[in-house]
């Protein structure tokens, strides 16, 4: 989304959410907005980054009105009835079937009771196992068969779809096989980055763990980047969680803007990478000396590598001084040139 087009859009949630009387969900501004629900969240999160909006979650759903607006009764006022999740009655499949009272006037069963002895002391078996038959099928039909109430039913949906975007993390190695091009995070950054998780799915995981590693090509864009790592610790021997966070989320966590100036300065990421500088004593110089007056050239350029011309002219004259040389060669320099002079 371009900047333009966010702007007048969080313009658009902003008016619309200080005109509703309770929190809206991401699907409720979609369709205010006439988006998709991924656009929709994407935008509310980037607001959220913004501090124009703060999240609340109840149930298991994410709901959003303006920040800095509501205190915490008129946020809560604001938002939905808890559930009260009933209590789901599971019937062991070892338990004996329950029979229902028979709705069988109990005069009616006393009678036939009566006639089933009658007909078993006059040896009439056929007749008395008929009527235990049809008393077994009365009973059979009288057993209620659980149905799952519908409104539990619906519970246990909404419960499962829930608007959250997981964190994913494994097993990776030790603080000392971790990439060559991650680095630490500061203790400011790392609580920044535990308060945007904590309302994410999988957070649990992780909450103990308060040493984290950044990509450096992440950290240069002030962002904490797509895959984190998590460890206890510093020691070398520190287990470390490989973490990875969705994009819909981690596009839009940036670093706290007290944190960016730290990043934002390629020598502070490349300290202790620079190349040794190389040494040069007085047989390097006396060398260039030696070589001069050994030419026929009256007149040389001299360039010395990681050197700046001031200096390698006053060492180069120095060296002369020491050695006597000075009717036949001298050194001088002009702006960023040394030269070398056969003195005539």
Do not use: C
């Amino acid at each position: 989304m371009k900047k333009g087009s966010f702007k007048a859009t969080s313009a658009r949630v902003e008016k619309y959410l200080s005109e509703m009387n309770r929190a809206q969900t991401a699907k409720e501004v979609s369709l205010f907005l006439g988006v998709t629900n991924t656009t929709a969240y994407e935008i509310l999160q980037l607001m959220e980054v913004f501090g124009t909006v703060q999240k609340v979650k109840r149930g298991g759903r994410q709901f959003y009105l303006l920040k800095g607006v509501y205190d915490d009764e008129q946020i809560l006022a604001m938002l939905p009835p808890k559930k009260v999740k009933p209590k789901s009655r599971r019937r062991s499949v070892f338990a004996a079937p329950r029979v229902s009272k028979s709705s069988v006037n109990k005069s009616f069963l006393e009678e036939q009771l009566y006639t089933m002895r009658a007909q078993v002391s006059s040896f009439e078996g056929p007749s008395a196992l008929a009527m235990i038959g049809l008393q077994q099928e009365i009973i059979e039909k009288e057993i209620p068969t659980e149905e799952l109430p519908v409104e539990l039913e619906v519970d246990l949906r909404v419960e499962r779809r829930k608007f959250e975007t997981p964190i994913m993390n494994e097993p990776f190695a030790t603080i000392q096989y971790l990439p060559k091009d991650v680095r630490r995070l500061t203790l400011v950054q790392t609580k920044y980055l535990h308060e945007e998780l904590k309302f994410l799915e999988g957070y649990d995981r992780i909450e103990s763990l308060k040493t984290v590693f950044a990509r450096l090509s992440a950290l240069e864009k002030n962002k904490y980047g797509r895959i984190l790592y998590f460890s206890m610790g510093m020691n070398s021997w520190e287990y470390v969680k490989k973490v990875t966070i969705d994009p819909s989320v981690s596009d839009f966590m940036f670093l706290p803007a007290i944190e960016v100036k730290r990043w934002s300065s390629w020598n502070y990421f490349m300290r202790g990478l620079k190349e040794p500088r190389i040494s040069y004593g007085k047989d390097q110089y006396d060398k260039i000396i030696d070589q001069f007056i050994e030419n026929g050239h009256k007149l040389v350029e001299i360039t010395v590598e990681n050197r700046k011309a001031n200096y390698v002219n006053l060492i180069l004259n120095k060296r002369i001084g020491e050695r006597g040389l000075e009717e036949q060669v001298k050194a001088s320099y002009v702006t960023d040139w040394v030269y070398l002079e056969k003195v005539e």
